[in-house]
């Protein structure tokens, strides 16, 4: 927004993951990318773990610490304490303005900085992780108790789409005025690549005529891959030439690669990110089948491509897509993902004008440049 | 009762020489044989035949029965007709002499250098067109019209400050809302013209749509249409070539020419000149154009020139080619809006006008357009001071460029210069990096094809990319201050 960043902020960003040290999972590029984009017109200083030494880049210094810990919530607090140290460190001549937390890892670090200007940023939550579901296990228990009290002393919290902000506002009583709804963001150009379809599908062993679906992520009960299975027996009845390119990895591969043993789905396992670039320019359909979904990033990348998508209609993707305008929205079941699927491919001119569609909303609304904004101005709503 | 102001944008670009291959034993003089293709001669004459001499014949004698139009042509069109066409010329001249038409400005090279961060070259291609028409045609143009519409504020302040009295663009609804284009506005003071996209291309592209339910159009519907319009002055602006070349003579487009002048009096709807409408109407309101736009396809943007990685990568290039550009002729053919179109890759209703207007395809375009920029820049290095932070910071044919690849294969990004690299070296994923760095095969590129064995010896020992963007980034500055 024009005028309320004109004063430049002292920021600190604490995230358990970062895109050039320790990276697990979409987390690292989206916190590294709002970083970034501060950056340009703030002091950043960007709180996380690694093993090595601290450094500089594009404007965002980066302090590392060395946790340790027998088990997940042990080493997450371990963390946080290393993250306060090296806060206090950088806090001395000019404060920090305000500070800005990812996920319930650093929740203990926020904790102790409780009196001062925080945020809590939700990406996602243990229930959802848990497949909708609550568990009883004690890491269950504690990692929810850690995401209420986050919510509960954060000044203010924001969640990456509507639908996650109603998850959080019912599961731990966060007040609707303290919340904000801040979308992820993309960086297009790091997924589209100008390239050979063609060729990229022939690597495969596919005709490079033949029609391509791409499924990218996490082969478990949330992402829905074994939906995605059930649909393609039936698309496979409308077009023969149908082919199936699952990318990514879990403990349901086992099961679904039995499943698909007749079925023209071909299982490459994980990918790295240049494989990934390449299928994705090559594809000719990208399907998201989720069941739960608080964001879906892997929309934004596929519209970025100028993909054709045909999504699950839940969470963040329900939200996102104008179904039939810049993708195609079905129910979380193998019949009417089969028809959405059917509907793209029937008509492959209509699937490429959709795809050109996300891309033009992609650079409307999710640009971190304008998210970079939204979230400063966040900021300024925070009460201390 | 409105007023009709019609106006005819006349140009012909230099397509580029398909076949190019680097020759180092032309001489600089025959340049232009070698980048520019046989084909526009036979081109220029077929538009001359078809359209300039029976379409400008036509003209002529509305005009004298009192019918009037305006002109824009280019610089790059008359260099053409001088050479190959003179019957065209002769017809031209009388136009311009005519007390019924009037001639527009526009830049010399119907180029895109209104949309370069530096202004100097725009305006300098601006003057040049003044120049021409004054000593062809005894002209002395008051309205500019830009390269395809292209307009923003910052082009209207440019205007301005040349001292035109008002400029053309095209009347977009997303800027107008719900106002109406027939009406005179202005923008950052300056009178603006729009056109009114409705009425234009009824004829430019409707006319032969046997689907469109108002087929065939006639000269007594349309000028029905324009009657009704309930707003000062209606401007309907439209390719000279619509008339013969993309319309064909037997669609009919040439009777509905030759009738539009009496079913207009019939609806008692007068033709008025651009500096007319200037003089006769005042501005009803401004309008404010952050974004840039044109007449070009639905989306009435840059997209059209600027849509797809491969034209911002050529446009990008053709920028940073100032620095090598001592002979300014051919670099300044190269910015002819047309050699980006020809890049394009829409598809769609959009994508069939262009596939009409493009006689190569967009990745064989971009190729031939890169190919020869790259011949342009390194036939120029040998005249530079500093010759080798030129050769680091050239632009490369796609023979040379750098293709990022994965051990899968190509990866879909390419660097065509060091600026470029530095760019991609932030966008491309780690792991093609890291695949590069184990082959060494950046050292290579950087020691063998830009020929810096100060970077190359540099950065032979990285492991990381941050360390190998960072050498890179700043070297790239420090060579760019040498040219400086």
């Known amino acids: 927004m024009e005028g309320t960043t004109v004063e430049s902020l002292k920021i600190a960003i604490f995230c358990w993951e970062s895109l050039y040290a320790e990276r697990v999972g979409g987390l690292a590029r989206a916190a590294t990318h709002l970083a970034e984009t501060l950056a340009m017109s703030h002091e950043v200083h960007f709180f996380t773990r690694g093993w090595i030494q601290d450094q500089t880049i594009k404007g965002v210094q980066y302090h590392y610490c060395q946790p340790g810990g027998n088990n997940m919530v042990e080493y997450c607090d371990s963390m946080s304490y290393g993250m306060v140290e090296n806060f206090h460190r950088f806090d001395k001549n000019r404060k920090f303005d305000y500070l800005h937390f990812n996920d319930w890892h650093a929740v203990q670090a926020l904790h102790i900085l409780q009196d001062r200007n925080t945020i809590l940023t939700f990406h996602s939550t243990e229930y959802g992780r848990n497949g909708n579901q609550f568990g009883d296990w004690w890491e269950f228990k504690e990692i929810s108790g850690k995401e209420w009290y986050g919510g509960l002393i954060a000044k203010r919290v924001t969640a990456v789409s509507a639908t996650l902000k109603n998850e959080v506002m019912q599961l731990y009583n966060v007040p609707d005025w303290k919340c904000d709804v801040v979308p992820n963001g993309v960086v297009p150009r790091e997924f589209r690549a100008e390239i050979d379809a063609g060729k990229v599908k022939q690597a495969y062993g596919i005709h490079p005529f033949a029609p391509l679906i791409l499924f990218i992520g996490r082969l478990v009960y949330q992402k829905g891959p074994d939906l995605l299975i059930e649909a393609v027996r039936k698309v496979c009845q409308n077009h023969w030439d149908a082919k199936v390119i699952v990318a990514g990895t879990g403990d349901m591969r086992q099961f679904l690669a039995e499943r698909a043993k007749d079925l023209p789905v071909n299982f490459i396992g994980y990918i790295p990110d240049s494989e990934y670039v390449r299928l994705l320019n090559a594809c000719d359909l990208v399907v998201i089948p989720s069941r739960n979904e608080p964001f879906g990033l892997v929309l934004l990348e596929a519209w970025s491509a100028e993909k054709g998508v045909v999504a699950s209609n839940v969470g963040g993707l329900s939200e996102n897509i104008d179904a039939f305008v810049d993708g195609v929205k079905v129910e979380p079941d193998p019949d009417s993902l089969a028809w959405g699927i059917n509907s793209m491919m029937d008509d492959p001119k209509n699937a490429i004008a959709l795809g050109k569609r996300g891309r033009k909303k992609v650079d409307r609304m999710f640009l971190w440049g304008p998210i970079g904004g939204k979230i400063t101005e966040t900021y300024s709503r925070v009460v201390a | ?484």
């Open chain 2, 1 to 484: 009762m409105p007023a009709l102001s019609i106006g005819f944008e006349v140009h012909q670009p230099y397509r580029l020489n398909r076949h190019f291959a680097p020759d180092p034993k032309i001489k600089r003089k025959d340049l232009l044989n070698l980048y520019f293709d046989e084909i526009n001669r036979e081109l220029l004459l077929r538009v001359a035949e078809k359209c300039y001499i029976p379409a400008t014949t036509q003209v002529l004698e509305m005009m004298d029965a009192g019918f009037s139009c305006a002109f824009s042509f280019s610089g790059t069109l008359i260099e053409q007709v001088e050479k190959w066409s003179p019957d065209s010329l002769a017809l031209f001249e009388q136009v311009a002499a005519h007390r019924n038409a009037e001639i527009l400005a526009q830049t010399y090279y119907h180029s895109i250098a209104s949309c370069f961060h530096d202004k100097t070259e725009f305006t300098e291609q601006v003057r040049m067109h003044a120049n021409l028409m004054r000593d062809l045609f005894h002209a002395d143009p008051a309205v500019f019209e830009n390269t395809e519409f292209t307009f923003n504020n910052e082009i209207a302040t440019h205007i301005k400050d040349m001292g035109f009295a008002g400029i053309f663009t095209e009347g977009v609804d997303r800027i107008l809302g719900w106002r109406s284009p027939d009406y005179l506005y202005t923008c950052r003071d300056i009178p603006v013209l729009l056109r009114n996209t409705q009425l234009s291309d009824d004829i430019a592209f409707r006319f032969t749509n046997r689907s469109w339910d108002m087929y065939p159009l006639t000269a007594d519907t349309y000028a029905k249409w324009v009657a009704q319009s309930s707003g000062d002055v209606v401007n309907v602006f439209l390719d000279y070539e619509s008339f013969g070349e993309h319309l064909w003579s037997d669609t009919g487009i040439f009777d509905f020419l030759r009738h539009l002048p009496e079913e207009l009096s019939a609806q008692g709807v007068s033709t008025i000149l651009p500096s007319k409408v200037l003089a006769d109407y005042s501005p009803v309101g401004t309008i404010d154009v952050t974004e840039t736009i044109s007449w070009a396809d639905i989306e009435k943007d840059t997209s059209a020139w600027m849509g797809n990685d491969r034209q911002r990568a050529a446009f990008f290039a053709l920028q940073t080619a100032h620095a090598y550009s001592k002979d300014k002729q051919v670099w300044r053919y190269l910015q002819t809006s047309d050699h980006f179109y020809y890049m394009a890759s829409k598809f769609g209703s959009c994508g069939e006008v262009h596939s009409y207007f493009c006689y190569l395809e967009g990745e064989d375009a971009f190729k031939t357009y890169m190919r020869i920029l790259a011949d342009y820049e390194e036939r120029n290095i040998r005249t530079m001071k500093n010759r080798k932070a030129a050769k680091a910071l050239r632009t490369l044919s796609p023979e040379n460029a750098f293709h990022f690849a994965s051990p899968a294969g190509y990866i879909g990004y390419t660097a065509y210069n060091l600026d470029q690299f530095c760019e991609l070296l932030h966008i491309v994923p780690r792991d093609s990096i890291q695949h590069h760095l184990e082959r060494g095969d950046f050292t290579f590129w950087i020691r063998d094809v830009l020929g810096d064995t100060h970077l190359a010896e540099s950065i032979k020992e990285c492991t990381e990319r941050q360390e190998l963007t960072n050498l890179v980034c700043e070297w790239r500055e420090r060579l760019w201050s040498h040219l400086k």
